[in-house]
């Protein structure tokens, strides 16, 4: 009961912040703060600002807040799911990597039950179709609580494609992450054309021959050679054929999503258009479409008479037709065996075999 009552509050304490934002419609028809919009409501501000501008400068605001941006994160990716606007936390820093660099550990972990428990109850109460997004939050907050597992996550990205950069694990811990690079990379506003070709170019590479997927990242270091390497990435999934063929339906039919990971998917490709908008990303992946999705033909008869004639044994797919499950029941009737007639006074007739032979042996 304490521990509704505090989450009450708190969820009520981010409703407020909301309303001061002039976020207040994100909130309005929301079953999940029903009560909380009530004391929400009274600390509206009317911006002049749309919607989207109101919701940069809160996100930027609090960006440094880890566990706030894994949560808007999670929230974002599931907008396609329901049809909603898309929207991508902006890194307006500019950064430059170049040899060793130490990322330290400075997110307070404070606020991870509050806003666990406020996403169940988001899907629960509006969004039951995203199911699978409590399960991307918790494996976003292990790897930037564990900053070891983050190290991993890149190894496994390095293995698949490579890096420019190697993790330092001696000098990594849960609290930092230690990176050698072997050239000089930077953050860019907008990357350059070439770079944008490569940066499509490696996510087709890492889709399509890799099968890993990651739905967000913060940004895109570039190199002075327009090499492109992610640093800061939401945690690598595994793509099946299925997936594959999502990706596939979605940019040649505007397939919508049925399921929280391919609104994740959708959310990771369109935030690749928008990081490199002077590439047609169709016409890009046209031929890696064509090669991973070839239709399958018929075989020819007069093929397989060629292969029969020089001695290539080939034989057709045997169907094997399996009983009816009905047919089968009687075996679970343990006593079936007493029913039988063919078992029947066997037990005594075993009886009286043993006794004749206990006879024999005593007289003979």
Known sequence: MIKQ????????????????????????????????????????????ES????????????????????????????????????????????????????????????????????????????FPQAKGAEICFKKHIDIIYDFRLWGADLEELKKALPQSYDINWPQTTQESLRLTFLQKYRTLAKLSGEAQKNTVAYFARLFFEQHLFISDWKSILCSEKND??????????????????????????????????????????EKLRQSCPDVDLNKAWDETLKQNFVKSKAVDSSFLSSLKKHGVIYTKENHISFPKADSLRYLLDSSRHKKDPRFKKSSLLYALLLLLACWLCLNF
Do not use: W
Request: hydrophobic content about 45%; charged content about 25%.
């Open 228 to 269: 492109i390497a992610l640093l800061e990435i939401s945690p690598i999934q595994i793509l099946l054929s299925e997936d594959l063929l999502f990706i596939k339906n979605y940019l040649q039919k505007k397939q919508k999503p049925a399921t929280f990971k391919q609104s994740q998917m959708i959310y990771s490709l």
């Open 51 to 126: 919607l989207q501008k109101s919701l940069d400068s809160f996100c930027q605001k609090h960006k440094q807040d880890k566990v706030f941006c894994a949560f808007a994160g999670t929230i974002f990716s599931a907008a396609p799911l329901f049809g909603l606007p898309l929207y991508f936390i902006k890194d307006l820093k500019k950064q430059n990597f170049d040899k060793e660099i130490t990322l330290k550990n400075t997110t307070d972990f404070a606020s991870y039950g509050f806003y666990l428990n406020l996403l169940k109850e988001l899907i629960k109460k509006d």
């Open 5 to 48: 009552i505090l989450q009450f509050i708190k969820k009520t304490q981010f409703a407020v912040k909301l309303a001061r934002a002039g976020l207040f419609p994100l909130i309005k028809s929301l079953k999940t703060f029903r009560f909380s919009k009530i004391f929400a409501i009274f600390f509206c501000r009317t911006s002049k």
